[in-house]
């Protein structure tokens, strides 16, 4: 058998393996009970159920109908927005919303296509204005907006 529906073939295996994943697992650490008094497992396990079947369901369309192929998949802008999340979470603190943001939003910029300094520029000042409106003035959440060797 040949796979005519490479996007298909792959979205039904992940289907069956999140659903016969999330069956066995309500199965192991919750009590099922019945259809009449459920228990805390009944649900996960039959939604775990239902997904495993509509894997195979897709799983079997991959062989008979043709689909497009899978693209290519592009590492740079996932590792640069998880990597200019990180840098924002670990920076917060001691450069403060400005600082954290910029490396936030330059970090996460780098991991387009396409890199304008003066339309990066533009989106860090309007989301250090908005995030300093929003968070620390109107939700007066503790965030240092300057570095700590500002202050």
């Not at 497992?41 to 894997?55: E, H, I, N």
């Not at 899978?70 to 990597?83: A, C, Q």
């Not at 780098?110 to 929003?134: A, P």
Request: hydrophobic share 60%.
């Amino acid at each position: 058998m040949k796979v005519k529906g490479p996007k298909e073939f792959w979205a039904g295996l992940m289907f069956i393996a999140f659903g016969l994943f999330f069956l066995f697992w309500a199965q192991i650490n919750y009590q099922m009970g019945s259809a009449v008094r459920m228990g805390p497992g009944y649900f996960p396990s039959v939604l775990g159920g239902l997904l495993a079947v509509l894997g195979a369901l897709v799983l079997i369309d991959a062989f008979v109908e043709a689909g497009p192929k899978v693209p290519s998949f592009h590492f740079r802008p996932l590792i640069m927005i998880l990597l200019s999340c990180l840098a924002f979470a670990y920076t917060l603190k001691p450069l403060g919303l400005v600082g954290a943001t910029a490396l936030l939003v330059y970090l996460g910029a780098l991991g387009g296509h396409e890199f304008k300094f003066k339309e990066v520029t533009i989106l860090y000042v309007v989301l250090v204005i908005f995030s300093v409106l929003v968070f620390v003035k109107g939700l007066t959440l503790p965030f240092p907006i300057w570095p700590a060797f500002m202050e």
